[in-house]
């Protein structure tokens, strides 16, 4: 079965700067997606980027970036310009692009605290 | 379009008491899921369902139990509610094509209900 691996279960950064959040997952599909979501305290999970396997271009959605290793089977993601409205939990989730398989898997989070 | 809505919010059950979690999608999406998330972990898979009266299990489908008899509704049931029942419940939905299963990939969560057993 695929499993999904965020090895920081906390991380900071200053208003205006920069972080980067990690995520690992192990599968021997070729064919899949992954997404990184966002849930603030008010609990509702918030797509923040995807990225679909066959496509080697990085997802970037304005100051959400991915770094997307294959080979690595990495796919970390990159908050610039940070602001208070980003501090949350960030989830790294996984989903085959089997037509029968609809099992996502999550990661454990990821607390991002942004501080002023 | 309200997306996914869930009811209750909350609710506090006794030991051996049944509920049903409602969900229901405006989005004409075909896929569905119900997912718990624990305390400081992420999401588990329930139950899913490809679309109406097709329901299959996940990775955690003991003390549950689902049906879909309308695209837009799918009821999740808790018989006999337990302490590891606590947890906070989230319903998705997504679209696939039938014949490949592909769509966008996303799935859509609603608000979640949070469900305490004492």
């Known amino acids: 079965a695929q499993t999904v691996t965020q090895s920081q279960p906390e991380m900071s950064v200053q208003e205006a700067e920069t972080v980067t959040l990690s995520c690992t997952y192990d599968t021997s599909e070729s064919d899949y997606y992954l997404f990184w979501y966002k849930q603030p305290p008010s609990r509702q999970m918030i797509l923040v980027i995807r990225?679909?396997?066959?496509?080697?271009q990085n997802a970037t959605e304005n100051r959400f970036s991915v770094n997307f290793q294959k080979a690595a089977k990495s796919f970390s993601l990159k908050i610039s310009d940070s602001q208070l409205g980003d501090a949350a939990m960030y989830f790294c989730a996984y989903r085959s692009g089997l037509y029968n398989n609809n099992d996502m898997r999550f990661g454990a989070g990821t607390r991002l605290t942004v501080k002023p | 379009n309200a997306g996914v809505t869930q009811t209750p919010k909350f609710r506090i059950l006794k030991i051996g008491q049944s509920m049903t979690l409602q969900c229901t999608q405006d989005?004409?999406?075909?896929?569905m899921y119900w997912y718990r998330q624990d305390p400081g972990m992420g999401l588990k898979l329930i139950y899913y369902s490809v679309g109406a009266g097709i329901t299959d299990k996940g990775e955690v489908p003991n003390g549950y139990n689902v049906s879909r008899s309308t695209t837009e509704d799918f009821p999740l049931r808790l018989e006999l509610a337990a302490p590891s029942q606590t947890s906070v419940y989230f319903c998705?939905?997504?679209?696939?094509?039938?014949?490949?299963?592909?769509?966008?990939?996303?799935?859509?969560f609603g608000p979640g209900t949070r469900l305490t057993v004492l």
């Open positions: 990225q679909e396997a066959y496509k080697q």
């Open positions: 989005m004409n999406h075909n896929y």
């Open positions: 998705a939905s997504s679209y696939s094509k039938v014949t490949s299963g592909r769509g966008t990939g996303e799935q859509f």
